[in-house]
């Protein structure tokens, strides 16, 4: 029996066919939010004899939308698409995953900073510069000091302290100064713009480099000491201006901009980052 265009199935076929011929695709260039785990399930569909994962989202729009992050690929398609259909699309478009998964590792690989050798001599990333380890058993606490080739962190061990103990004495210090610096910077774009905060803490969070909850507690993640301080002061005021606008509007970034003018390069320059890659 052929379908009338006006009933309820022939009016949901046609807007499929719509949405698998308005396939969105992208490359983010930052991990794209985690949907809640009852929005979000994960599938798998062979691809020329290879398995592949992809995480599917239903979501309240027209298209089928992919998207490849540091999760994988994410297919966002509208409720009534079927799930036949929708891997139809991904076969489709197979050679385009492919090709955007192999540019995102290679992307990532060169962005990934170079992971700390624990001993004498490893380098550090500290405020945007680098420091190089020295492990020397007659200091009675850790400090920066200038050397013959740059900027030393001098440690409190002996040359031949185990790397989880140097890497240990590191965080310690490295925190003591995160402790410091953020909330120098803090309180002065604080003060400097007439932004109170109820109180602020250090986080170590692997997800995101900082949050403002409603009753205005700071949290800011200490591996910031890894970067500049107008980075820092990015992220900073990113979370002073959550205290006038709990959301990303274009107020909200208007307030960012009141408080750090000219913030954008830095923004760039750390929402790329990925928390994982870090030497901590």
């Known amino acids: 029996m052929a379908q ?40 798998r569909i062979v691809l020329s004899g290879d398995l592949c994962n992809y995480r599917l989202r239903r979501a309240r729009r027209r298209t089928i939308g992919f998207q490849i992050d540091d999760q994988g690929l994410t297919i966002s398609a509208p409720r009534w698409v079927s799930l036949r259909d929708i891997e139809s699309a991904i076969v489709e478009k197979e050679r385009w995953i492919r090709s955007r998964m192999e540019q995102w590792r290679q992307w990532r690989a060169k ?40 900027d030393e962190l001098r440690l409190p061990l002996p040359a031949d302290a185990a790397e989880e103990r140097v890497r240990d004495t590191v965080q310690t210090w ?30 170590s969070a692997r997800s995101q480099w900082g949050s403002c909850g409603a009753d205005g507690r700071i949290r800011l ?25 709990l959301n990303h509007s274009a107020a909200f970034w208007r307030q960012v901009g009141r408080l750090l003018p ?19």
Do not use: C, M
């Open 262 to 280: 000219g913030f954008e390069a830095a923004r760039d320059r750390i929402r790329n980052e990925d928390l994982s890659s870090l030497p901590l």
């Open 174 to 203: 490295l925190k003591e100064q995160a402790r410091r610096v953020l909330d120098e910077r803090l309180r002065a774009l604080s003060e400097r713009n007439g932004v109170d905060f109820t109180s602020w803490a250090l986080s």
């Open 221 to 245: 993640n200490w591996r910031l000491i890894h970067f500049t301080l107008p980075v820092i002061d990015y992220v900073v005021a990113h979370e002073l201006a959550h205290r006038k606008e």
């Open 4 to 43: 009338r265009a006006g009933t309820p199935k022939a009016r949901s076929a046609k807007a499929a066919q719509s949405a698998l011929q308005s396939l969105q695709l992208s490359l983010f260039s930052e991990p794209a939010p985690a949907a809640p785990a009852s929005s979000a399930s994960e599938r």
């Open 111 to 150: 962005r990934r900073l170079p992971q700390v050798h624990f001993a004498d001599g490893g380098q550090l990333p500290f405020l945007g510069t680098t420091v190089t380890l020295r492990l020397r058993a007659d200091l009675p606490a850790a400090q920066l000091a200038s050397g013959p080739d740059g």
